[in-house]
């Protein structure tokens, strides 16, 4: 029997130790090796050649998202999960798009992330419902147009429809159909709502 080569890319050594620990538990599973953090890591990768690569997004420096984009260009039929306590929208999307297989945190059993594995050595994707979900919304924000993102700044500030209207040079009817407009990509119920979920998304920054 072929065992899946795993391999770990964190900069915290107790959660290497911790997943290269699981990864031994299984008789079709084998370490292929572990490395400290972004930098360094598609050459990482390209030299040990694993099945499947576990890769945290927080990582100082290089972030496992510029990491993730240099393993693909290194090795681009590289199977990445990425493994992390972040479940921000803009984390997910970034990840998702530029190809990673699947998309776990970190306070998942031990047994999600082995079947994880499997899944993705197979061929699969592993992208949990709420994963999902957050990656689906980023995805329906992208979408917003330069204009709507300009009118969703300055509702975020507090501004009338008037006011905004008088900012931008429009007219009030024109930021109405705008706010209808982000509100139905955004998923959103109302003003407050849509500004959430656009700083969520990365769209707006964060409020003071």
């Known amino acids: 029997m072929k065992k899946i080569r795993v391999a770990v890319i964190d900069d915290h050594a107790v959660v290497r130790m911790g997943l290269k620990f699981a990864v031994r538990l299984y008789k079709d599973l084998e370490f292929a090796g572990e490395h400290p953090s972004g930098e360094g890591a598609a050459e990482f990768v390209a030299r040990t050649r694993p099945d499947v690569t576990l890769l945290d997004i927080r990582m100082p420096g290089v972030d496992g998202v510029c990491a993730l984009a240099d393993i693909l260009r290194a090795v681009p039929d590289a199977k990445v999960v990425m493994l992390t306590t972040s479940g921000t929208d803009e984390d997910v999307y970034r990840s998702l798009e530029l190809g990673a ?96 979920r656009a700083v969520a998304a990365g769209i707006l920054p964060p409020r003071a």
């Open 101 to 196: 297989r699947g998309y776990l945190l970190k306070t998942e059993d031990s047994d999600d992330i082995i079947a994880a594995i499997r899944t993705v050595a197979a061929g699969g994707r592993c992208v949990p419902e709420s994963v999902r979900v957050v990656y689906e919304r980023r995805a329906r924000s992208a979408a917003l147009t330069p204009a709507e993102t300009d009118t969703l700044r300055l509702v975020a500030e507090g501004r009338t429809n008037r006011e905004i209207a008088a900012a931008l040079f429009v007219a009030e009817i024109t930021v109405k159909v705008r706010l209808s407009n982000i509100f139905a990509k955004l998923d959103a119920r109302d003003r407050v709502e849509a500004v959430n």
